[in-house]
């Protein structure tokens, strides 16, 4: 690659991590007064954050019906009643002001923030990931170093989902919903454990959850060069989930489902 895939985790960006729960992130910006959250697992923080930056919650995005990314709507939207609610339609709050799919396009802040819906499915059916101005809110669809586990769907769902993360450009935003980098790192170090840029990122992750800093967000550049899930036609990945299968396996998503296996039985 022609650029340095290893530089600094990127803390001075438009989307910014708010931590919920015990290893969530909500995803939060805001313009003037303004404020835009995705995925609010747990109120008390993202009040918090409006009520000191005296911030008016204008639009929440949903990227799917889990609890732990959509408990903290109803308290937020209580404060806020004319916040608008964006959800895939397999979440079918109450609060939902409108339901988007695959393709549709959404603007807030008058036009300043433009998204696109994209299809993101395994984690479940209807998943939804946001793409906009360099960024990719991608909810438990795309981790650091990993991905979501399917509960819904099959290996080609899982397939079709890092397709579409691969098609992004290199610097791209990654923006996901926990904080699993560690973990994942150390699977990903039992796929490749050959791969220097890996075995780099690995320490680098280490000191900031050592300072008690989030590790996103990251870019598809990065994510290209140490996550497994991403690397499914990389011949030293292709080995090792062969290896652990004692099979040979050929159809990518026959590996990405065999990576996917591989690690939930970690």
Same mark, same amino acid.
């Given at each position: 690659?022609?650029?340095?895939?290893?530089?600094?985790?990127?803390?001075?960006?438009?989307?910014?991590?708010?931590?919920?729960?015990? &290893? /969530?992130?909500?995803?939060?910006?805001?313009?003037?007064?303004?404020?835009? =959250?995705?995925? @609010? %697992?747990?109120? +008390?923080?993202?009040?918090?954050?409006?009520?000191?930056?005296?911030?008016?919650l204008d639009a929440l995005l949903v990227t799917h019906?889990?609890?732990?990314?959509?408990?903290?709507?109803?308290?937020?939207?209580?404060?806020?009643?004319?916040?608008?609610?964006?959800?895939?339609?397999?979440?079918?709050?109450?609060?939902?002001?409108?339901?988007?799919?695959?393709? &549709? /396009?959404?603007?807030?802040?008058?036009?300043?923030?433009?998204?696109?819906? =994209?299809?993101? @499915? %395994?984690?479940? +059916?209807?998943?939804?990931?946001?793409?906009?101005?360099?960024?990719?809110?991608?909810?438990?669809?795309l981790f650091v170093a990993g991905c979501g586990r399917?509960?819904?769907?099959?290996?080609?769902?899982?397939?079709?989902?890092?397709?579409?993360?691969?098609?992004?450009?290199?610097?791209?935003?990654?923006?996901?919903?926990?904080?699993?980098?560690?973990?994942?790192?150390?699977?990903?170090?039992?796929?490749?454990?050959?791969?220097?840029?890996?075995?780099?990122?690995?320490?680098?992750?280490?000191?900031?959850?050592?300072?008690?800093?989030?590790?996103?967000?990251?870019?598809?550049?990065?994510?290209?060069?140490?996550?497994?899930?991403?690397?499914?036609?990389?011949?030293?990945?292709?080995?090792?989930?062969?290896?652990?299968?004692?099979?040979?396996?050929?159809?990518?998503?026959?590996?990405?489902?065999?990576?996917?296996?591989?690690?939930?039985?970690?």
């Amino acid at each position: 690659m022609t650029k340095d895939i290893i530089a600094a985790l990127a803390t001075d960006s438009t989307w910014l991590p708010l931590g919920c729960l015990q &290893d /969530n992130y909500a995803w939060r910006t805001a313009i003037d007064s303004r404020a835009y =959250l995705v995925d @609010p %697992g747990e109120a +008390r923080p993202c009040l918090d954050w409006l009520q000191n930056e005296q911030l008016q919650l204008d639009a929440l995005l949903v990227t799917h019906r889990h609890a732990d990314h959509v408990d903290g709507i109803g308290e937020l939207i209580a404060k806020w009643p004319d916040a608008q609610v964006i959800a895939p339609a397999e979440y079918s709050g109450r609060e939902v002001t409108r339901t988007v799919a695959a393709g &549709d /396009n959404i603007e807030l802040a008058d036009g300043a923030i433009k998204m696109t819906a =994209l299809a993101t @499915p %395994g984690h479940t +059916r209807g998943h939804l990931s946001y793409l906009g101005a360099g960024f990719v809110l991608a909810g438990d669809a795309l981790f650091v170093a990993g991905c979501g586990r399917l509960f819904e769907g099959d290996g080609n769902d899982l397939l079709a989902s890092m397709e579409v993360f691969r098609a992004l450009p290199e610097d791209t935003q990654l923006c996901c919903g926990h904080e699993y980098t560690l973990g994942n790192l150390a699977f990903a170090r039992l796929v490749e454990p050959d791969n220097q840029l890996l075995q780099e990122f690995c320490q680098r992750a280490e000191k900031l959850r050592a300072e008690k800093l989030p590790t996103v967000p990251t870019t598809i550049g990065q994510e290209l060069a140490i996550n497994p899930f991403l690397r499914y036609d990389q011949q030293a990945v292709i080995a090792s989930v062969c290896h652990q299968a004692g099979r040979q396996l050929s159809e990518p998503a026959d590996i990405v489902l065999g990576l996917r296996r591989w690690k939930d039985s970690l």
